[in-house]
């Protein structure tokens, strides 16, 4: 099994700044794409970045220039740092990792429990 562990989320005013954290651990041989979603109240889940095994990213256009993912592998750790936030950056964040746990098995998709993040205007 693996676990994910995020942190970083809070209240911050418009313009401001915040890193979101998700760290993996348990049984893991090899983690392929990580990404990060967000749901806001009353909207589906979306896809806000993407970060390969081979460091290419991949971001939606509302927070692109804004937003930068990043991923250190010895750590399997993943970040998002968050800029010039925006009122409707305000979400629940969701971490999503795409996780080997062994040599014969197959990639399993795990996610993290959500952190809030509120920007406020």
């Known amino acids: 099994q693996v676990q994910l562990v995020e942190s970083g989320g809070g209240l911050v005013q418009a313009g401001g700044s915040l890193r979101l954290s998700c760290a993996a651990s348990?049984?893991?041989?090899?983690?392929?794409?990580m990404e990060w979603y967000r749901q806001a109240p009353g909207k589906q889940r979306e896809l806000v970045a993407t970060?390969?095994?081979?460091?290419?990213?991949a971001y939606t256009d509302s927070v692109k220039g804004r937003f930068t993912i990043s991923r250190d592998n010895a750590k399997n750790t993943l970040y998002l740092q968050m800029n010039s936030l925006k009122p409707e950056d305000t979400a629940v964040y969701y971490c999503?990792?795409?996780?080997?746990?062994?040599?014969?098995?197959?990639?399993?998709?795990?996610w993290g429990q959500g952190t809030q993040v509120t920007v406020s205007s």
């Open positions: 999503k990792v795409n996780v080997l746990a062994s040599r014969s098995g197959v990639p399993s998709i795990y």
């Open positions: 348990g049984r893991i041989l090899s983690i392929n794409f």
């Open positions: 970060i390969f095994s081979g460091g290419t990213t």
